[in-house]
């Protein structure tokens, strides 16, 4: 479909701008991507296409793709919606079952300050904290529920369903194409890019030091990463991220079986480290500690009263 094609195609040649404007013709780009592509306004690509004798996608056409991917996307769509609730609903326990661990620290403080007043509020805060936390399990339960019921009720497939193409020339993957986070697929990978888009938005998004991008692009150091990033539609990064080893030293690591930047890979992977630039690396050093000295007050709180 026209949201999927990879844009490698060499525009400045005949061959490359037949197979655009075919691509066109048959509605798998819409006229605004095509255009695009070719670096043309819209009237150039119609004048274009009228010299070339490619005629525009009928309304027929165009209905039958529209109407062919919203099939394919609602899917997707609801199962990415379904994950998005699930993970905001399992965030959503943890943070207030940290919740109920304050509320328990503070509650003791109260209790051996004699603040009789201050106990019952804590106290009844308690409470109505556990019946949240219930909540959000039982709706994490629904959720979990409600997808394998899904899965079970999609798993009707039978021979009828099977439909053979023939004639059809081989699957040719695209290098610079890479689907990033729809449904249950594949999720964009800031550890471990591969391709060169991968390693320009890497770069981009604050992952990757200009030095290592050249390195895994295989260019020379003085040759400039923003042409490259600008060829395939990918912003400038207004700030250099730190190597992946400065970010560990400055988080306080240690070595994980000899690698320092295991646990900087595992909080990318989980969300935990917005990028490697300086500020966000900062940040997180400093939510870590103030989360480490709470929950060590908390832990000799709880052993005292023990």
């Given amino acids: 479909m026209a949201w999927q094609y990879p844009f490698n195609v060499d525009v400045t040649t005949h061959t490359g701008q037949d197979e655009i404007l075919s691509l066109w013709s048959t509605a798998e780009l819409a006229i605004g991507q095509a255009a695009w592509i070719m670096k043309m306004t819209h009237e150039e690509f119609i004048a274009l296409a009228k010299e070339r004798g490619v005629s525009p996608p009928s309304e027929e056409l165009v209905a039958s793709k529209y109407a062919e991917l919203d099939a394919r996307m609602k899917p997707l769509a609801r199962t990415g919606v379904r994950r998005q609730a699930r993970e905001l609903v399992s965030e959503a326990f943890e943070q207030t079952r940290r919740g109920h661990g304050y509320l328990t620290f503070l509650h003791r403080k109260a209790q051996d300050a004699n603040l009789r007043i201050a106990s019952i ?6 409470t109505e904290v556990d019946r949240a936390i219930k909540a959000l399990a039982i709706a994490m339960t629904h959720i979990d529920d409600a997808k394998r019921a899904e899965a079970e009720a999609n798993d009707g497939y039978a021979e009828t369903s099977a439909r053979v193409l023939e004639g059809l020339d081989p699957v040719v993957k695209r290098p610079d194409y890479y689907l990033i986070g729809i449904g249950d697929g ?14 320009l938005w890497s770069w981009s998004a604050g992952f990757l030091t200009a030095e ?4 895994m692009l295989g260019i020379e150091p003085n040759d400039s990463l923003d042409q490259h990033a600008r060829n395939h539609g990918i912003p400038i990064p207004t700030e250099e991220a730190l190597t992946p080893e400065h970010a560990a030293l400055i988080l306080g690591d240690e070595p994980v079986k000899g690698d320092l930047t295991f646990q900087v890979r595992r909080r990318i992977k989980s969300g935990r480290l917005n990028s490697l630039r300086r500020n966000d690396v900062e940040a997180r050093r400093l939510f870590e500690e103030r989360q480490n000295t709470l929950l060590a007050e908390i832990a000799t709180t709880s052993g005292a009263d023990e």
Avoid: L, R
């Fill in 121 to 126: 509020f804590y106290a009844a805060a308690q």
């Fill in 186 to 199: 594949p999720v964009f990978d800031y550890v471990n890019p591969t391709s060169v888009h991968d390693i």
């Fill in 212 to 215: 290592a991008a050249q390195g």
